[in-house]
C-alpha cells in the first residue's frame, strides 16, 4: 500500500498565471546523479513514470504555504509546487529542503526570492521599514499600481510589505474615489487595471485590509471595482442586484444597529467570495483563507448577539407557533431559524451545545412538530433541514421530548409519527425527502449513540416506545401492499390512505425499499422488539411477497431483509422460517429468473452458500427434503450439491450411531454367553457376579425404555432421532409441494426406535448426550400450503 503522507499533485504556473496540473505521484528527497545534489523526485502514482526532478539548490527560495503546499521558482517564468495530501508528508519535505539549505524548518520561506541589492539587504533588517514604495494614487499611475500589486503575489516578505504600505495614508481609499472617477469618465482602460488591484489586493490575505474594504463607506466601491473583469465584454451588475434585487427580510424588527450592520457585512462578503470572484485554483485558495475567516467568525459573532437578544428569540418562537400566523409569515420564521441553525455550524463544541439547548428551552421541537404537519412543501423542507441539526447535535434530547409528550398527546401527533408519516407522503419523485427523514429516523433509534447517555435505562425505554406507538406506522405501506387479497375493497382504502400514489408504481417501490431498508437494520441492531414484532405481525411472509415485485431493486431489498434475519443464526427464526415454508418465494424467484446471470440470481445463491458453509443443521435439512429436486439441475455453482453432501453427513452420522449400538448390544450377548458358561466354584463370588448382571441389565432397560420414549415422541414431532438401515421407504404427504414449480420431494424413511445395549459404557453417554445436541433438523413435517 502506498504512503499516502508523500501522496502529491503537481502543478506548473502557465503564461496566463494559472496553475496547471501536471499529475499525481508520490515525492521522494533523493541524491541524483545526473543533477549532482540532493533533489525532489516524484513519480507517478498511475505508472512510475517521473512527473518532476527537481534539484534543491542553495540559492532557491521555498515557500510553505498553509500546512500542505510548497512553492518555489526554478527559472524566470517558471514556477512549480507541490499539494501534499497530508501535512506531514508536507512537514517531512519541507525539513529536507531546510536541511539542505542550512535553514530553520520552523520559517515558511527559506530566502527572499526577489533579487535585491546590499544596500536594499542592508535597510531589510528593520521590520518596520517599507520596501516597496507605492506609485502615487493617480489615473496615469494605475498601471503601475496594477504592476506592482501583481509581482509581489509570489513573495510572502514582499506581499506583506505592500500591505503594511497599503495601510498608511488612506491608500485604499484613495484609489476607491478614483474607481468613481474612472467610472464616471468612462475610462475602460484604468476600471480594468483597478479590476486587478482591488482582487490582487484581496489575494494579500490580510485581516486589516479587510477591514477597510468591507466597510459601508467602501464595500460597494469595492464590487463596482470587480465588476469590471477584463475578460468580458460587457461589466456585470453586481452592485444593482445587491441593492435593488436582494432585499433583507426581518422577521422580527431587529432593533441593534451593530448586528443589521454585520449581517449586511457578511452577506455582501459572502457574495464577493462565492459569485464575484472567479472559482479559485489549489493556491487561489489559500490566498483567500483569511477571507473565509473573516466571514466565518462574523457568523460566530451574529449568532451570539442573536442568542443574546432573549426577546429576539422568544418572539420568533411565539409567533411560529402560534395558529393565528398567516402562511407567508410561518415561512419566513422557518427559513429564519433554519439559517440560524446554518450559522451555529461554525461555533466551538461548546458554545454550539450552549446554542442547542437555549432552542430547546425556547420550544423548538413543539414548534417543529407544528410546522412539520403543515401543507406548504417549502416549509416542511426547511423544518426538516431543523430537525436534521437537532438530530445531528443530541439524538438523546429528540427522544427524551418524543417519550415525554406521549403523557401529553395523542399516538397520531406524537413527533415521530410526524415525521415517519412526513416520509410516506413525500411528493418528490425522487423521496429525496424521503430519504433525508429515513437516515434522521436510523440515527434515533441505533443503540449505538444510546450507549454514551447518562440515562442507562434510555436504549431499554424508548425501543419499547419507538416499537409500541410508532413501529405499526412505519411499517403500515408495506403490510398494505403485501396484503393477501389486493382486490379487497378494505385493502384499496388502506393503500390510499396510507399512500395516495398507485402501489404499482417506481415511487411506491422506492418507499418500500427505504422501509426495508430502516427494517433490515432494526433486526441487525435490535434483537427482543423486532424479533417480536416479526412473529406477531408474520412480517417476514409479507415482506417476501415482494420478491414477485417487477422492480428488481424491491427484491432484492426484500431478500436482504431474509438474509440478515438468516445471519442471526438464531434457532427461533430458523423454526419460524421452517414452519411457515419462507425458502419457497425465494426458490421460485430463483427458477423465475432462469438462467440470467445478475444482481437478483446472485444474491439468492450467496443466500443459500451461507447457509451451507455456516452449517444450519435444520435449515439445510429443510430445504434438501423439501426443495432439492427443483434446484438439482442447477450446476453452475456447487452450492446446492454442497447442502445435499452437508445433509447426507448428518444422515450418515446418525445411521452409524445406531450400527455401533446394535453392534454393541449382540458383543453383549457372546460377553454373557461367556460367563453363563465359565465354571465359578465361589458361591459368594456367583451371588456377587449375578447382583452385578442383573443391576447392569436393568440400567440397559432402563436406558432402552428411556429412548424409545424419546423416538417416539420424536416421530411425533417431526424429528429424526435415528434411522435403522433396514427402514423402508415412505412417501411423505405434504400437499404445498405443487406451489414450488415441479418441486418433488424424496422418499423419507419410517422412524423406528433404536435397539440399546445391554451394557452402557459411560463414554457412549457423553457421545449420545453431544450427537442429541447437535441433531436438531426435521425430517418430516406437514407442510402449509401456499
Known amino acids: 500500500?502506498?504512503?499516502?503522507?508523500?501522496?502529491?499533485?503537481?502543478?506548473?504556473?502557465?503564461?496566463?498565471?494559472?496553475?496547471?496540473?501536471?499529475?499525481?505521484?508520490?515525492?521522494?528527497?533523493?541524491?541524483?546523479?545526473?543533477?549532482?545534489?540532493?533533489?525532489?523526485?516524484?513519480?507517478?502514482?498511475?505508472?512510475?513514470?517521473?512527473?518532476?526532478?527537481?534539484?534543491?539548490?542553495?540559492?532557491?527560495?521555498?515557500?510553505?504555504q498553509q500546512d500542505t503546499l510548497i512553492v518555489w521558482s526554478e527559472a524566470d517564468n517558471y514556477d512549480l509546487a507541490l499539494s501534499f495530501q497530508e501535512k506531514a508528508g508536507?512537514?517531512?519535505?519541507?525539513?529536507?529542503?531546510?536541511?539542505?539549505?542550512?535553514?530553520?524548518?520552523?520559517?515558511?520561506?527559506?530566502?527572499?526570492?526577489?533579487?535585491?541589492?546590499?544596500?536594499?539587504?542592508?535597510?531589510?533588517?528593520?521590520?518596520?521599514?517599507h520596501l516597496v514604495e507605492l506609485p502615487h494614487c493617480e489615473l496615469s499611475c494605475l498601471e503601475e499600481i496594477a504592476d506592482l500589486v501583481t509581482s509581489v503575489l509570489s513573495s510572502p516578505i514582499r506581499r506583506e510589505k505592500l500591505a503594511l504600505a497599503l495601510m498608511s495614508e488612506d491608500y485604499l481609499k484613495k484609489l476607491l474615489g478614483l474607481f468613481r472617477v474612472c467610472e464616471d469618465l468612462d475610462n475602460r482602460e484604468g476600471l480594468h487595471h483597478l479590476y486587478e488591484i482591488v482582487r490582487g489586493v484581496l489575494f494579500l490575505n490580510k485581516a486589516a485590509l479587510f477591514e477597510v474594504m468591507f466597510s459601508d463607506d467602501c464595500i460597494m466601491d469595492v464590487v463596482g471595482c470587480l465588476e469590471y473583469d477584463p475578460a468580458l465584454v460587457q461589466p456585470k451588475r453586481h452592485r444593482e442586484f445587491l441593492t435593488k434585487t436582494a432585499k433583507f427580510k426581518e422577521?422580527?424588527?431587529?432593533?441593534?444597529?451593530?448586528?443589521?450592520?454585520?449581517?449586511?457585512?457578511?452577506?455582501?462578503?459572502?457574495?464577493?467570495?462565492?459569485?464575484?470572484?472567479?472559482?479559485?485554483?489549489?493556491?487561489?485558495?489559500?490566498?483567500?483563507?483569511?477571507?473565509?475567516?473573516?466571514?466565518?467568525?462574523?457568523?460566530?459573532?451574529?449568532?451570539?448577539?442573536?442568542?443574546?437578544?432573549?426577546?429576539?428569540?422568544?418572539?420568533?418562537?411565539?409567533?411560529?407557533?402560534?395558529?393565528?400566523?398567516?402562511?407567508?409569515?410561518?415561512?419566513?420564521?422557518?427559513?429564519?431559524?433554519?439559517?440560524?441553525?446554518a450559522f451555529s455550524q461554525t461555533l466551538q463544541p461548546q458554545n454550539r451545545d450552549a446554542f442547542f439547548k437555549t432552542l430547546a428551552n425556547l420550544g423548538i421541537l413543539p414548534a417543529l412538530e407544528i410546522v412539520m404537519g403543515m401543507d406548504d412543501l417549502h416549509v416542511r423542507a426547511a423544518a426538516t433541514d431543523i430537525f436534521s441539526y437537532l438530530v445531528e447535535f443530541s439524538p438523546s434530547m429528540v427522544r427524551e421530548f418524543v417519550m415525554q409528550e406521549l403523557q401529553q398527546t395523542d399516538d397520531d401527533v406524537l413527533l415521530i409519527n410526524v415525521v415517519i408519516k412526513q416520509m410516506i407522503c413525500d411528493s418528490d419523485p425522487e423521496l429525496g425527502g424521503a430519504v433525508q427523514l429515513m437516515g434522521l429516523l436510523r440515527t434515533l433509534i441505533d443503540p449505538e449513540n444510546m450507549l454514551a447517555s447518562i440515562n442507562k435505562t434510555e436504549k431499554t425505554e424508548f425501543l419499547s416506545f419507538f416499537y409500541k406507538y410508532c413501529m405499526q406506522v412505519l411499517t403500515a405501506p408495506l403490510l398494505a401492499n403485501t396484503a393477501h387479497d389486493k382486490n379487497s375493497k378494505d385493502f384499496q382504502e388502506a393503500a390510499t390512505k396510507i399512500n395516495p400514489v398507485c402501489p404499482d408504481n417506481f415511487q411506491t417501490a422506492q418507499l418500500l425499499a427505504l422501509i426495508l431498508e430502516l427494517l433490515t437494520f432494526c433486526v441487525e441492531h435490535h434483537t427482543y422488539h423486532i424479533k417480536t414484532f416479526i412473529m406477531n405481525k408474520d412480517l417476514l411472509r409479507r415482506v417476501l411477497v415482494l420478491m414477485n415485485s417487477k422492480h428488481t431493486f424491491l427484491a432484492l431489498c426484500a431478500l436482504r431483509f431474509m438474509r440478515r434475519i438468516i445471519g442471526l443464526k438464531d434457532e427461533y427464526y430458523n423454526r419460524y422460517i421452517i414452519k411457515g415454508n419462507l425458502f419457497e418465494p425465494v426458490i421460485n424467484a430463483l427458477l423465475d429468473n432462469g438462467t440470467r446471470y445478475n444482481l437478483l440470481n446472485s444474491a439468492i445463491i450467496e443466500l443459500f452458500e451461507f447457509i451451507r458453509v455456516e452449517d444450519i443443521k435444520t435449515l439445510i435439512a429443510h430445504i434438501v427434503e423439501n426443495f432439492y429436486e427443483a434446484l438439482e439441475p442447477i450446476e453452475y455453482v456447487q452450492t446446492f450439491k454442497g447442502l445435499k453432501g452437508r445433509y447426507e453427513q448428518e444422515k450418515d452420522r446418525q445411521s452409524h450411531k445406531l450400527t455401533r449400538y446394535r453392534r454393541e448390544a449382540r458383543s453383549m450377548d457372546d460377553d454373557e454367553e461367556l460367563w453363563f458358561n465359565e465354571d465359578e466354584d465361589d458361591d459368594e463370588a456367583e451371588a456377587v457376579d449375578k447382583s452385578r448382571v442383573e443391576d447392569d441389565y436393568s440400567d440397559g432397560y432402563g436406558k432402552y425404555m428411556e429412548a424409545?420414549?424419546?423416538?417416539?415422541?420424536?416421530?411425533?414431532?417431526?424429528?429424526?432421532?435415528?434411522?435403522?438401515?433396514?427402514?423402508?421407504?415412505?412417501?411423505?404427504?405434504?400437499?404445498?409441494?405443487?406451489?414450488?414449480?415441479?418441486?418433488?420431494?424424496?422418499?423419507?424413511?419410517?422412524?423406528?426406535?433404536?435397539l440399546v445395549g445391554l451394557v452402557d459404557y459411560p463414554d457412549d453417554e457423553d457421545e449420545d448426550e453431544e450427537d442429541e445436541e447437535e441433531e436438531q433438523s426435521p425430517r418430516k413435517r406437514p407442510r402449509l400450503s401456499s
Open 90 to 129: 508536507c512537514d517531512e519535505i519541507w525539513e529536507k529542503i531546510c536541511q539542505v539549505q542550512g535553514k530553520d524548518p520552523a520559517l515558511d520561506i527559506t530566502q527572499d526570492p526577489i533579487d535585491e541589492s546590499e544596500e536594499e539587504r542592508f535597510e531589510e533588517i528593520p521590520e518596520t521599514s
Open 708 to 754: 424409545k420414549k424419546g423416538a417416539t415422541n420424536g416421530a411425533n414431532n417431526g424429528k429424526v432421532t435415528a434411522l435403522p438401515p433396514t427402514s423402508p421407504p415412505a412417501t411423505p404427504n405434504n400437499s404445498s409441494a405443487a406451489s414450488v414449480k415441479t418441486v418433488a420431494l424424496p422418499a423419507s424413511p419410517v422412524v423406528k426406535a433404536p
Open 251 to 341: 422577521v422580527i424588527p431587529i432593533t441593534d444597529s451593530e448586528l443589521r450592520q454585520k449581517i449586511h457585512q457578511t452577506y455582501r462578503v459572502q457574495y464577493i467570495q462565492d459569485i464575484i470572484l472567479p472559482t479559485p485554483s489549489v493556491f487561489e485558495e489559500n490566498f483567500l483563507s483569511t477571507l473565509n475567516s473573516f466571514i466565518f467568525f462574523n457568523k460566530v459573532e451574529i449568532v451570539s448577539m442573536l442568542q443574546e437578544d432573549e426577546k429576539f428569540l422568544t418572539e420568533v418562537f411565539a409567533q411560529l407557533t402560534d395558529e393565528g400566523t398567516d402562511d407567508s409569515k410561518r415561512r419566513e420564521l422557518v427559513n429564519f431559524v433554519k439559517e440560524f441553525c
Open 1 to 64: 500500500m502506498s504512503d499516502t503522507r508523500r501522496r502529491v499533485k503537481v502543478y506548473t504556473l502557465n503564461e496566463d498565471r494559472q496553475w496547471d496540473d501536471r499529475g499525481t505521484g508520490h515525492v521522494s528527497s533523493t541524491f541524483v546523479e545526473r543533477l549532482k545534489g540532493i533533489s525532489l523526485l516524484v513519480r507517478a502514482e498511475s505508472d512510475g513514470s517521473v512527473l518532476l526532478e527537481s534539484k534543491i539548490s542553495p540559492n532557491t527560495a521555498y515557500q510553505k
